[in-house]
């Protein structure tokens, strides 16, 4: 009993010294919510409203139906019409178009008498992802075009119609890139205050001078930890949940999942980052330090956890890396919840490797609160 009294007047300090440092209070609200819109907003795969111009040297009626089903696509504007060659690196070098459709003049003629009609597709490279993309968005209405003109021959010569693709994408109908990214946002936010709370707290105790009193207290190591570990958790849960009901409710994500599985999810997740900070926080002197180990860490585990690349596209080496950084795991657990459905039994291989790196960062951490007095 009164070990379990001593516990909760360190746990009720430590919320007493976030909640009364308004820089603190900031790390937990304000961020996150800038964050969440930010990344919400503007981290998207999805190409639209691409600038692009057209040389139509054919101008003729198979060329113009062409270019309105470009036209007619959400994912290009028109901005110019060229009437000759040399004006494609103009538009293109000053940026103002990142595409050029060029239809030579025997387009029609050559389509006409069922040889290849070349269509020429110019993109700005220097971006390389709406480069690829738009390409992709081209192709796909080239041959929605040439099926159309296929369908219309078949019917006019015969009553035999040929193979007709249908695609269907499970978790993501119709492919909305802000579904994959705002699914795992929660985790990666919260993640970044988790670290930046539990990184600071005993090198505030430091700075202001206050650790050695908390070392000659009688207090333990274990229960130290315990009451520097546990404000953080409550936090990044707090704002992880918080950040997971906006992306249903705002952003229209669908959270097919159980709750369970979330939220046992997330603890395990929040419990083995604030080890990594509480780690980094005993080997830190100043806040300063503290601050410059956690964005160490921060930058390159967002990296390495196929938020925004695939792990599969890494190097081998690289890949083996990322078993050790626990964002790697709460990103597709996320995504399995929101977009899979997953329950408990499903994600259970993903979280006993969390389980793992909790269990070894914490107790290091908790030797370095005796050990490092100065």
């Known amino acids: 009993m009164l070990v379990l009294r001593r516990i909760m007047a360190l746990i009720v300090k430590e919320f007493i010294t976030i909640m009364r440092d308004p820089k603190s209070r900031f790390v937990v609200i304000g961020p996150p919510l800038i964050q969440f819109f930010v990344f ?3 981290a998207t795969f999805d190409v639209t409203r691409v600038r692009y111009a057209v040389l139509d040297e054919a101008r003729t009626s198979e060329s113009r139906q062409l270019l309105a089903a470009v036209d007619g696509s959400q994912h290009f504007r028109r901005v110019r019409n060229l009437t000759a060659e040399r004006q494609i690196d103009e538009v293109i070098n000053l ?3 990142r595409m050029v459709i060029h239809l030579g003049p025997d387009f029609s003629r050559r389509l006409l008498s069922g040889e290849q009609a070349p269509l020429q597709v110019i993109v700005d ?3 390389s992802n709406v480069a690829a993309v738009a390409l992709g968005y081209v192709s796909a209405i080239v041959q929605q075009y040439n099926a159309q003109r296929q369908t219309g021959f078949i019917l006019k010569n015969s009553s035999v119609m040929g193979p007709r693709l249908v695609g269907r994408a499970w978790f993501n109908a119709n492919l909305l890139s802000r579904w994959y990214i705002v699914a795992a946002l929660g985790g990666t936010i919260s993640m970044v205050v988790v670290m930046i709370l539990t990184s600071l707290s005993v090198a505030r105790e430091r700075e202001f001078g206050t650790f050695d009193q908390l070392l000659v207290a009688p207090f333990t190591s274990g229960e130290i930890l315990l009451a520097k570990a546990i404000p953080g958790i409550t936090f990044g849960l707090l704002d992880s949940l918080f ?8 952003f ?4 097919r999942g159980t709750i369970a599985a979330l939220i046992v999810t997330l603890f395990i997740f929040m419990l083995s980052i604030v080890g990594l900070g509480l780690f980094v926080s005993a080997l830190s002197t100043t806040m300063q330090q503290a601050l410059l180990g956690s964005f160490a860490f921060i930058m390159p585990a967002v990296i390495l956890s196929g ?3 695939p792990i599969e596209n890494m190097p081998g080496w690289l890949q083996i890396a990322t ?11 996320l995504r399995q919840i929101f977009l899979e459905g997953a329950d408990l039994s499903l994600v259970g291989p993903q979280l ?5 790196i909790a269990a070894l960062i914490l107790p290091p951490a908790a030797w370095l609160f005796r050990h490092r007095s100065q």
């Open 323 to 333: 078993y050790a950084n626990p964002m790697r795991y709460v990103v597709r657990v």
């Open 125 to 127: 490279g220097r971006n």
């Open 40 to 42: 919400g907003y503007a």
């Open 252 to 255: 229209a994500v669908p959270f």
């Open 95 to 97: 940026q103002e178009a």
């Open 307 to 309: 938020f925004t690349t």
């Open 352 to 356: 006993w490797p969390l389980c793992i």
């Open 243 to 250: 950040l997971a009901a906006a992306g249903v409710w705002w």
